[in-house]
């Protein structure tokens, strides 16, 4: 969405890129590496952080910051009142109670696919797969369903001049070879990933549509690689395929 430079509020803006330059790499910052991810100088980048620490979302030893569980307030209250979660919650606690496999949700959020809800009753097998979790979206089966759906001039503008970072030796890295992967999803309309995001780790996704044929989240599937690949396409892809049929009239 864009605004009238008038309405953009700058402090704000700065703000946020101060508290999402928090992530699993940098747990705790100071105000030069805060600085630094946000894009900010460093006297921005301190009175930033000492004002979310006054208004608890950060805390602090006088030197470094991290966050504090306050955070949690944006995600609980998104989980409570987005539509999306709310309605593919039974269906994949059905999933999962069905196969004794872990279903997700996901949502494509800039180069990452983030996890908006998951089943509770099945065992958690890939690291990080908890709600809100942002995942690379170039190796994970979600993420790759979500960039087939864009319009190929808005994928072209997402790939060009991006590092596909290597996870696992699996990882698909050159980009051109990707684009043909991406080409793939687009063909078959799901994707199977097989180790790209974490060693041992399986995942199968289709995408969730509405009923204007627009692709809202992924669907998808988490097994061990002790699974054959080939299972996952016969067996657990008609359970995503009718799932997401079921789904299309709520979303």
């Not at 999306?84 to 919650?89: C, D, M, Y």
């Not at 864009?150 to 991006?162: I, T, V």
Request: glycine residues 6%; hydrophobic residues 45%.
């Amino acid at each position: 969405m864009s605004i009238a430079k008038a309405d953009y509020i700058e402090g704000m803006a700065k703000g946020m890129a101060v508290l999402e330059s928090f992530d699993t790499e940098r747990q705790r910052l100071n105000a030069t590496l805060a600085a630094q991810r946000a894009g900010i100088t460093r006297a921005a980048a301190r009175r930033h952080l000492l004002t979310l620490a006054h208004l608890g979302y950060l805390e602090t030893d006088g030197s470094y910051f991290w966050l504090a569980p306050k955070v949690l307030r944006f995600s609980g209250s998104y989980l409570a009142s987005a539509r999306l979660p709310r309605v593919v919650q039974p269906t994949l606690d059905r999933l999962a109670a069905q196969t004794g496999e872990s279903f997700s949700a996901v949502v494509l959020e800039g180069d990452a696919a983030v996890i908006v809800a998951r089943s509770g009753a099945a065992r958690m097998l890939a690291y990080g797969m908890h709600l809100g979790a942002r995942l690379p979206a170039h190796a994970t089966s979600t993420g790759r369903v979500l960039l087939a759906a864009k319009a190929r001039s808005e994928f072209n503008a997402w790939l060009k001049g991006r590092e596909l970072p290597r996870l696992t030796a699996r990882t698909t890295v050159d980009a051109a070879r990707f684009r043909e992967l991406i080409e793939a999803v687009r063909q078959r309309d799901y994707c199977l990933s097989s180790e790209e995001h974490e060693l041992g780790v399986l995942a199968l996704a289709v995408p969730l549509r509405n009923m204007q044929g627009q692709t809202v989240a992924a669907l998808n599937v988490v097994t061990t690689a002790q699974r054959p690949p080939r299972s996952l396409e016969t067996v657990l892809l008609p359970l995503l395929l009718e799932a997401a049929r079921e789904l299309r009239a709520l979303l």
